[in-house]
Structure formats: C-alpha cells, structure tokens
C-alpha cells in the first residue's frame, strides 16, 4: 500500500469525514449517560424503596416496552430520518430522567408513578440504539467502514467501563439521583451536539404503509434461520446474565457490607476483561466455528455465575465479574430487519431482570443458579439452532 493510500483509509481520514466526529461524540455521550443509567436506576430503586423485586420490575419497564415497538422504530428510522428520530429519544430520556430526580426530592414519587415513566422513556430507546449503529456505513466512504467499526466497538467497551464506574461512584457521594441526573446531562448533551447535524442521503421503500413493513421485517428475520436461531440462543443467554442487574448489588449490600462504589468498581471490571475478551477473539480465525465459540462464551458465563452464588468475598466476586466479562464480551452479536434482530437478541433482558429480582427477594443463591442454568442452555440452543452453514439470502 503506497504512503498516500495508508492515509486515505487512515483514522485521520474518517475524523475528517463531515459530520463524523460530532456524531461518534454524541454517540460516546449518550452510550456513557446509558451505561450511568442502566446501575443507577438500580441502586436508586434499592436505595429508596428497598425491594429488589421492584428494582427488577423497573428495568423491565424499561426496556421491554421499545423491543416491543423495534420493528416500528425500524421502519421509521428509514423513512423519517435518523437525526431527528435519535434527537427525540434522546431528549426524552433525558427529561424523564429529571421528571424521576424531581419527583424523588419532593417526596412525590411512588413506584406507581416510576413503572409509567421509565415505560414512556423505553418507547423510543429503539430510535437511538439502533439509529445510532445504522448512521456509521451511511455517513461513512465505504474503504473507511472497517475503521469506523473499530472506533464504534470502542464506542461501547469504553462507557462499559467507565458508565459504572462513575454511576457507583456519583450514588456513593451524593446518592443514586446525582448519578441519574448526570446520566440526564449527558443525554441531552448528546441531543445538542447533534443539532444541525444532515441527515444522510438514502431512498428508503415508501409503498408499503408503515404497519405491514414493519411486520415484514419481523417476519423476514423469524422465517431466517440463522437470525432466528441467534435471536433465541442469545435471549436465552440474557434472561440468565440478567441476575446480575439486581443480584449484583444486593450480594455486595448484603454478603460483602460494600457501598454502591464497590457495585460500580465490579461492573466496570467486567467491562475492561470484556474488551481484552474480545480483542483475544478477534485475533482467532474464526470462519467456520462461530457456533462453538458463541456456545463455548455461554458455558464460560454459566461458570461465572454459579461462582457468584456461593461467593463470600470480594476477591471471588471479582474473579466471577473478570471471567463473565472475558467469555460474554465476545459473544456481542449486532434498515427493518437489523432493529429487529437487535432487539430481539436482547429480549432476554427485561424478562429476565423481572424474573431475578422476585428471585433475589427469596434467595440471592438461586437467582444466580438459575440464571446460570439458562445461559448453559443457551449455550446448547447455539449449537442446536443455528445452522452450521449459511446458505440463505
């Protein structure tokens, strides 16, 4: 490759794209406010109504709602653009977040009024998520893509990382509301910087009326094997990672006597050996052998887990969060059809957040056997489900 090639396909080159470093720093803002978010919901809920089951209700609401509505959001984000859309979820979020912090300082908030309101923020999750990982190959000169890939996944290990980190240490300072409003700062915040942005230029398939579409990429992605085998393997592997969401904190509340510091440290280590997971994996051929390392990243999850059920010190937690994080972290698996794929894969979440925090009220040791026993099954539809080779369209 000749010198003025390299710096052709150069990340020089991509940051010069227009438009481009203004979008990937509202991405990192709004991946960031989501990662703060996601924690901080839960210990704000632990903290102020003191029930794990309710916590695990709330992060159902969430975001079962927007996966419901994804095949939708699809078909919107093609033909009404993707700037305006993400602007709007973006502000939403934003101001129900402060409508939360609000209502908690004036003694007004119930669990009656927070189910509603993180539910109307869940409905338009889908135009940010998936807007945001849509917008990359279309502002971006096709030789750059695999540049512009590499800088997206860092869009995500890094808030991984650093999300709870800052929601563990906000909430441990000041309480969970700091650290939910400055997860609202950063949502709008990112709604700012992408003010003026152009939307990019696609001719999307205006025939067919939004309802029927939107119910052709469902069907397009239940009728494809592989999509609907990774989509079933992978829901199956969140319902059991999700004892995390609310077992994390109430093991290291009530087995270790940590603060929500702690909580935020532990997730944060897991994002970091997800990254050097990854990197790991992406170093392997693996052409041929994405089933089995797919399943084989679920068995190494379904170990950890069962490890945080009998741990009793902060060194065997740690070690649990470091082994989940090296073996899930590469089994990350990202128009109509790719909303809803995405959010089906991530199905298992809600339900299973739901699920954990009836399960963490009862018995914190077997809400992570269970959890452990559904991701070594996903571990089995992997291989079950998905075919060994693809041959369709």
Do not use: C
């Amino acid at each position: 490759m000749t010198q003025s090639s390299a710096e052709v396909l150069s990340y020089r080159a991509l940051l010069a794209v227009p438009s481009f470093r203004r979008f990937l720093g509202a991405t990192l803002l709004v991946r960031t406010a989501a990662a703060i978010w996601q924690l901080g919901l839960v210990l704000f809920v632990l903290q102020k109504f003191h029930s794990p089951a309710l916590a695990g209700l709330t992060i159902f609401f969430s975001i079962a709602p927007g996966i419901l509505i994804s095949p939708l959001a699809g078909v919107l984000l093609d033909r009404h653009g993707r700037i305006r859309l993400m602007l709007l979820d973006y502000t939403i979020a934003g101001l129900t977040l402060v409508l939360i912090v609000w209502l908690s300082a004036t003694g007004h908030l119930s669990a009656g009024l927070l189910i509603p309101i993180v539910a109307v923020s869940s409905l338009t999750n889908p135009l940010g998520s998936v807007g945001s990982r849509s917008m990359f190959p279309l502002i971006v000169p096709r030789p750059l893509w695999d540049r512009a890939n590499a800088l997206d996944s860092i869009g995500y290990t890094g808030p991984a990382i650093v999300g709870p980190a800052l929601a563990g240490a906000l909430t441990a300072a000041r309480g969970a509301e700091l650290a939910l409003l400055v997860s609202a700062v950063m949502f709008v915040a990112a709604a700012a910087v992408l003010i003026g942005v152009a939307e990019p230029q696609t001719d999307p398939d205006l025939s067919e009326p939004v309802f029927p579409a939107a119910l052709g990429a469902l069907r397009y992605v239940l009728r494809n094997r592989s999509l609907r085998g990774i989509a079933a393997a992978i829901s199956v592997a969140n319902l059991g990672q999700a004892a995390l969401t609310v077992g994390l904190p109430v093991l290291v509340f009530d087995r270790l006597h940590g603060g929500p510091a702690l909580v935020g440290q532990l997730w944060a280590a897991q994002g970091a050996a997800g990254v050097v997971g990854s990197l790991l994996v992406g170093k392997l051929n693996t052409e041929g052998k994405e089933r089995q390392i797919l399943a084989w990243t679920m068995v190494g999850g379904a170990v950890g887990l069962g490890i945080l059920a009998m741990a009793g010190s902060w060194w065997e937690v740690l070690a649990a969060m470091v082994l989940l994080g090296a073996f899930l972290g590469p089994s990350d698996v990202v128009g109509r059809a790719f909303a809803v794929s995405m959010n089906l894969n991530y199905a298992g979440l809600p339900v299973g957040s739901a699920i954990s925090g009836q399960l963490v009220q009862r018995s914190l040791v077997l809400a992570f056997i269970v959890g452990a026993g559904l991701t070594l099954f996903s571990a089995w539809l992997t291989l079950a489900l998905i075919p060994a080779e693809h041959r369709e369209a």
